[in-house]
């Protein structure tokens, strides 16, 4: 095995891949042929679970480290992917991301391949390369891109299956006007690495691990990195059309070029940001919080960061 950076290394074609497929997403390709084709050709051992419900990922990725796979691969969206990442999460054993979902955004802030063949082709050679990357964790609920409440909530439970079938990414598009239009201001108290604490009124509080938000290169703040060992913090004050105005400067960066001459774009008016090691957020009423695209819990929770806990299989 080779070092090429802190976080990534360079290790030998693995000897046998474990595929956990979700059978939901709708893209319809011949899965399995592709996948026989790549690793078959290329000599390496490789098998096959479906999940089945909420929690198969996670139990499916730990029989397969146990059973000795060399690689574990992921086929399914967003939320498959983080219930694999959870049964991997503290293991020497890389996870490859085969996409899969509607958003993908995982992968797309790890900079993956979008096509499944491409996708298989990264551990397919005589070596590939695997980073190690932060995991966030909300009580026992680990994340890889980000927690929130709020606006969040609600796109996610108007994004339904039939949306995303039918018009895909645009779904959640779709649903956050719509969520911009009827979520009601809630009381927060937020407690910063516990030592700093904040009072506000706010429409939504989203904890960042990764800043990807499945709009081309658009991020939640270019500053977010997924290697940094902190969490990022963000309280959105408002969600009117120039709060909406703000935040996109603060997503494209625009604010720290143009702040000085054009005091509209401060986004600092519509969202205040912080970072951190572990963050706890209560509020007014109670409110349910969605763990990188699942509602699994309400407030008030403690997260944290667990640092270069996650393998991944990258690019070279």
């Known amino acids: 095995m080779a070092i090429k950076s802190d976080n990534t290394r360079v290790q030998e074609k693995p000897e046998s891949v474990h595929v956990i497929v979700n059978p939901a997403p709708s893209r319809r390709i011949p899965l399995l042929a592709i996948l026989n084709q790549a690793f078959r050709d290329a000599g390496i051992r490789w098998d096959i679970s479906i999940t089945h419900g909420t929690g198969d990922g996670s139990d499916l990725?730990?029989?397969?480290?146990?059973?000795?796979?060399s690689v574990v691969a992921v086929y399914g969206g967003d939320g498959t992917v983080m219930e694999v990442a959870a049964g991997l999460v503290g293991t020497d054993t890389p996870m490859l991301i085969l996409g899969g979902g509607t958003g993908n955004l995982v992968a797309s802030e790890l900079r993956l391949p979008t096509s499944l063949e491409k996708a298989c082709e990264l551990v397919c050679r005589d070596h590939f390369s695997t980073r190690r990357i932060d995991v966030g964790m909300m009580g026992n609920h680990p994340f890889l891109l980000r927690i929130g409440?709020?606006?969040?909530?609600?796109v996610v439970?108007?994004?339904?299956?039939?949306?995303?079938?039918?018009?895909g990414k645009l779904a959640y598009v779709w649903a956050g006007i719509k969520m911009l239009q009827e979520?009601?201001?809630?009381?927060?108290?937020?407690?910063?690495?516990?030592?700093?604490?904040?009072?506000?009124s706010g429409v939504a509080c989203v904890v960042a691990n990764a800043g990807t938000v499945g709009v081309g290169r658009l991020t939640l703040a270019p500053s977010i990195d997924v290697n940094d060992g902190r969490l990022?913090?963000?309280?959105l004050k408002k969600a009117n059309i120039e709060g909406i105005v703000q935040i996109a400067g603060k997503m494209t960066g625009l604010d720290r070029l143009l702040k000085e001459d054009d005091p509209a774009l401060d986004a600092s008016q519509a969202v205040t940001h912080w970072t951190v090691e572990t963050v706890e957020i209560r509020t007014n009423p109670i409110l349910d919080i969605q763990v990188d695209g699942d509602i699994v819990a309400k407030t008030p929770q403690s997260i944290r960061v667990l640092p270069s806990a996650l393998s991944v299989v990258v690019p070279d």
Not at 61 to 69: D, E, L, Q, T
Not at 157 to 167: P, S, V
């Open 61 to 69: 990725a730990r029989k397969a480290v146990a059973a000795g796979a």
């Open 149 to 154: 409440c709020g606006i969040e909530v609600g």
């Open 157 to 167: 439970q108007e994004a339904t299956r039939e949306l995303k079938d039918q018009f």
């Open 183 to 200: 979520i009601p201001e809630a009381e927060y108290e937020i407690i910063l690495d516990g030592k700093e604490t904040i009072r506000a």
């Open 232 to 235: 990022d913090v963000f309280l």
